[in-house]
């Protein structure tokens, strides 16, 4: 069965780090186009990062510099590490292949406070 979960958010201050994880079952992450995205309250859901399956990396211009996208073949895990959080970095975070419109996993809440 594929699956993605998704895991590692959590309450942080602002300027601290998180890792987030999204583990794939059944999927291999280095075949597809792999994206985080997230969906603050009130806030359509946005692209954060990205992954191709060719390595090649890029970022939502408001995390350029702070958040690095990465991934784990072996594991079939792609990472999103969060460094320098600000409060408007707070929404649920998802994880997927960019090109399955209509799945959306359980996701993970970061809750960055000022």
């Known amino acids: 069965q594929v699956q993605l979960v998704e895991s590692g958010g959590g309450l942080v201050q602002t300027g601290g780090s998180l890792r987030l994880s999204c583990v794939a079952s059944?999927?291999?992450?280095?075949?597809?186009?792999m994206g985080w995205y997230r969906q603050a309250p009130g806030k359509q859901r946005e692209l954060v990062a990205s992954?191709?399956?060719?390595?090649?990396?890029s970022y939502l211009d408001s995390v350029k510099g702070r958040f690095v996208i990465s991934r784990d073949n072996a594991e079939s895990t792609v990472y999103l590490q969060m460094n320098s959080l600000k409060p408007e970095d707070t929404a649920v975070y998802y994880c997927?292949?960019?090109?399955?419109?209509?799945?959306w996993g359980q996701g993970t809440q970061v809750t960055v406070s000022s």
């Open positions: 997927k292949p960019m090109s399955w419109e209509n799945y």
């Open positions: 992954i191709t399956s060719d390595g090649i990396t």
């Open positions: 059944a999927i291999t992450v280095t075949l597809h186009n």
